[in-house]
């Protein structure tokens, strides 16, 4: 079975900063990988997935992932945030087999002025 | 036009009521999910249907029943309310059970 490790619960940074959001994956076969997101009393959106193919995605709102399989992470980075960045993300992945998605514990972003 | 909708956004009730969250989706997915998410936002898969069929039963009381009338409507029953039950429930569809996941906006259930 998958597992996903998010390894920073929270992470603070000032407007116009450049932030990653890390996540480490765990799986025996080939997998799917995805970031959401999450604003204050809504449901989850999805930032971007990485199915196949080039190893770097690019997703809404100037975010991007990369696929690493040697490493098995798929770590979330934005070159700019702004304050309406501030949300909680989640890492989620499944098995191109085809189980669920497992997701991360989440990892709060804070975009401070 | 709203892909996953669930009602009622809000319930308050006391412990010991029964309560139902429904849930629609206009996309064409075959596989719907119910999942919990407690104060510290954890994302827990609580059940999923594909085809009207379940698929998932995670470890969760047998207070709660989940039913799938059809493959584009998928309702959650709660028997006997606890306090631990309050959480915001998730609802979502996707195409197929390893695939991308459209998320309901969530039903916020308060116990008192």
């Given at each position: 079975?998958?597992?996903?490790?998010?390894?920073?619960?929270?992470?603070?940074?000032?407007?116009?900063?450049?932030?990653?959001?890390?996540?480490?994956?765990?799986?025996?076969?080939?997998?799917?990988?995805?970031?959401?997101?999450?604003?204050?009393?809504?449901?989850?959106?999805?930032?971007?997935?990485?199915?196949?193919?080039?190893?770097?995605?690019?997703?809404?709102?100037?975010?991007?992932?990369?696929?690493?399989?040697?490493?098995?992470?798929?770590?979330?980075?934005?070159?700019?945030?702004?304050?309406?960045?501030?949300?909680?993300?989640?890492?989620?992945?499944?098995?191109?087999?085809?189980?669920?998605?497992?997701?991360?514990?989440?990892?709060?972003?804070?975009?401070?002025? | 036009?709203?892909?996953?909708?669930?009602?009622?956004?809000?319930?308050v009730t006391q412990m010991g009521?029964?309560?139902?969250?429904?849930?629609?989706?206009?996309?064409?997915?075959d596989t719907m999910y119910w999942?919990?998410?407690?104060?510290?936002?954890?994302?827990?898969?609580?059940?999923?249907?594909?085809?009207?069929?379940?698929?998932?039963?995670?470890?969760?009381?047998?207070?709660?029943?989940?039913?799938?009338?059809?493959?584009?409507?998928?309702?959650?029953?709660?028997?006997?309310?606890?306090?631990?039950?309050?959480?915001?429930?998730?609802?979502?569809?996707?195409?197929?059970?390893?695939?991308?996941?459209?998320?309901?906006?969530?039903?916020?259930?308060?116990?008192?």
């Amino acid at each position: 079975a998958q597992s996903v490790t998010q390894l920073d619960s929270q992470v603070p940074v000032f407007e116009e900063a450049p932030v990653e959001l890390r996540c480490n994956y765990s799986s025996s076969v080939s997998v799917y990988l995805f970031w959401y997101v999450q604003y204050p009393n809504q449901g989850l959106q999805l930032l971007l997935k990485y199915l196949s193919g080039s190893t770097l995605v690019k997703g809404i709102n100037g975010f991007e992932a990369e696929f690493n399989k040697s490493q098995t992470s798929f770590h979330l980075r934005k070159p700019s945030v702004h304050i309406s960045d501030t949300a909680e993300y989640f890492c989620a992945v499944g098995e191109t087999s085809g189980s669920r998605l497992t997701f991360g514990e989440g990892t709060q972003l804070t975009v401070n002025p | 036009d709203t892909a996953v909708s669930q009602t009622p956004k809000y319930l308050v009730t006391q412990m010991g009521n029964d309560k139902s969250i429904k849930c629609e989706q206009n996309l064409g997915h075959d596989t719907m999910y119910w999942y919990k998410q407690d104060s510290k936002k954890f994302l827990k898969i609580m059940f999923s249907y594909n085809n009207k069929e379940l698929i998932i039963n995670e470890t969760v009381p047998n207070r709660f029943s989940p039913k799938s009338p059809d493959k584009a409507h998928l309702n959650l029953h709660i028997n006997s309310l606890e306090l631990g039950d309050s959480a915001v429930y998730f609802c979502a569809s996707s195409l197929w059970v390893s695939g991308e996941l459209f998320f309901g906006e969530g039903s916020r259930l308060t116990v008192l």
